[in-house]
């Protein structure tokens, strides 16, 4: 069955960097685009970046220059690396995968930037 597990969030300072990793299994990796979401506190679910089975990546415009997305298809593993943090990023960040047009979520990982 598709799995994805998030991991690598925590306590950071503004300014600071984090580096979140999404580790996928039960389908072809290489095949397919994945996600990284994000849920403020009290607030909604929003994309943050994509990235395409080619290697194409989408940012939104909050975090464009600020995070980058990555995918190792042989360790069927997805990055974010995020710097530059700010307050307004804390939130519980989600690996999202779409197979077969069905969304795929982990748990999430929570990330809070504070002094």
């Known amino acids: 069955q598709v799995q994805v597990v998030e991991s690598g969030g925590g306590l950071v300072q503004p300014g600071g960097s984090l580096r979140l990793s999404c580790a996928a299994s039960?389908?072809?990796?290489?095949?397919?685009?994945m996600s990284w979401y994000r849920q403020p506190p009290g607030k909604e679910r929003e994309l943050v970046a994509a990235?395409?089975?080619?290697?194409?990546?989408y940012y939104a415009d909050s975090v464009k220059g600020r995070f980058t997305i990555s995918r190792d298809n042989a360790e069927n593993t997805v990055y974010l690396q995020m710097d530059s943090l700010k307050p307004e990023d804390t939130a519980v960040y989600y690996c999202?995968?779409?197979?077969?047009?069905?969304?795929?979520w982990g748990k999430g990982t929570l990330v809070t930037v504070s002094s």
């Open positions: 999202n995968a779409r197979v077969y047009f069905e969304d795929y």
């Open positions: 990235i395409a089975s080619g290697g194409g990546t």
């Open positions: 039960g389908f072809t990796f290489s095949s397919y685009p």
